[in-house]
């Protein structure tokens, strides 16, 4: 099992970047695959994740609307499309597996991040002018 980040870097407000995970091993149905972020002090919090079966798509609150996560199953990929970017998103953010539904209970922070069985190593982003 291996999930592996890349396309963080540093951007202006405002701006666009697009994030993607290979997803290799896996054998959970569902399978769901998530974005979380996590800045130093704080505790690793959710912000998308997607049903690689069925294509739900589940966002939390603040990133409705300019964050969009997607997946490519013919090529194992996992996007997500960050726009309208804010300097509160700056963080390390992380690609993520388990089963469909506790990655949503974790995203709802219904139950805490550790719960998640599967992370990558992360990759940073910045947003600043």
């Known amino acids: 099992v291996q999930l592996v980040e890349s396309g963080g870097g540093l951007v202006q407000p405002g701006g666009s970047l697009r994030l993607s995970c290979a997803v290799h091993?896996?054998?959970?149905?569902?399978?769901?695959i998530g974005w979380f972020r996590q800045v130093p002090g704080k505790e690793r919090e959710g912000v998308a994740c997607?049903?690689?079966?069925?294509?739900?798509?589940y966002y939390e609150d603040s990133v409705q609307g300019r964050f969009t996560i997607s997946s490519d199953n013919a090529k194992n990929m996992v996007y997500l499309q960050m726009n309208a970017l804010k300097p509160e998103d700056t963080a390390v953010y992380y690609c993520?597996?388990?089963?469909?539904?506790?990655?949503?209970?974790?995203?709802?922070?219904?139950?805490?991040?550790?719960?998640?069985?599967?992370w990558g190593r992360g990759t940073a982003v910045t947003v600043s002018s």
């Open positions: 993520a597996g388990d089963l469909i539904d506790p990655l949503v209970a974790v995203l709802r922070k219904a139950l805490p991040y550790r719960h998640v069985a599967h």
């Open positions: 091993g896996f054998t959970l149905d569902p399978l769901g």
């Open positions: 997607i049903n690689v079966k069925d294509g739900n798509t």
